[in-house]
């Protein structure tokens, strides 16, 4: 007698109807993904108005948000679980912080990314602003909350010292120039 064994018709049904249902009992299931950011008592609200959007549209996914009181904590926080490799899904890191983690081979190159969902312009992002996020020839990362210096001065003391408020110069050196008067 034969070690094989001959394949039923009822074996086969079976066997479809197992491929067929699964790929259905597995988009049923919920995902979850985790995500690190820094400073929740600034970034909070819009985390929060982020995930209540990307819930509407991905209902089957999960967010679970871990958060750090600043950005030194959240890369103390992020090195420490890559040697257990139990990193976050997705991470919010400082721009002057995601240099140690793309030398590290921790950040993943967002490029691909990027290029897949029609490229950096159609996207809205300059060469200027994906420089920022630029380390160990990846896209380590991109700006999400950047800040811009202002200054502020008083115009009538530039009045006094017969500068023009509406001429103020447009670069560093113009302007420690016109401190120093």
């Known amino acids: 007698m034969s070690k094989t064994?001959?394949?039923?018709?009822?074996?086969?049904l079976g066997a479809t109807g197992a491929?067929?249902?699964a790929p259905h009992y597995a988009?049923?299931?919920?995902?979850?993904l985790s995500i690190q950011y820094a400073?929740?008592?600034v970034f909070k609200e819009s985390k929060d108005a982020i995930a209540a959007e990307f819930a509407k549209r991905e209902p089957n996914i999960r967010i679970t948000w871990v958060t750090t009181p600043?950005?030194?904590a959240g890369s103390q926080l992020i090195l420490r679980q890559a040697t257990v490799n139990q990193?976050?899904?997705?991470?919010?890191?400082?721009?002057?912080?995601?240099?140690i983690l793309a030398e590290r081979g921790i950040a993943?190159?967002?490029k691909p990314f990027i290029d897949r969902d029609g490229g950096p312009a159609a996207l809205g992002y300059s060469p200027p602003i994906l420089s920022q996020g630029t380390w160990a020839g990846i896209q380590a990362g991109l700006p999400y909350a950047m800040s811009n210096?202002?200054?502020?001065a008083n115009v009538d003391l530039l009045r006094r010292g017969g500068i023009d408020p509406d001429a103020l110069p447009s670069d560093w050196e113009g302007h420690f120039a016109l401190a120093a008067r």
């Open 5 to 12: 064994k001959s394949l039923s018709r009822r074996t086969l």
């Open 19 to 21: 491929l067929i249902v």
């Open 27 to 32: 988009r049923a299931q919920t995902v979850e």
């Open 39 to 41: 400073q929740p008592n």
């Open 70 to 72: 600043d950005y030194d």
């Open 87 to 99: 990193l976050p899904d997705l991470a919010y890191q400082g721009l002057n912080r995601q240099r």
């Open 108 to 110: 993943v190159d967002l």
């Open 149 to 152: 210096l202002i200054a502020y």
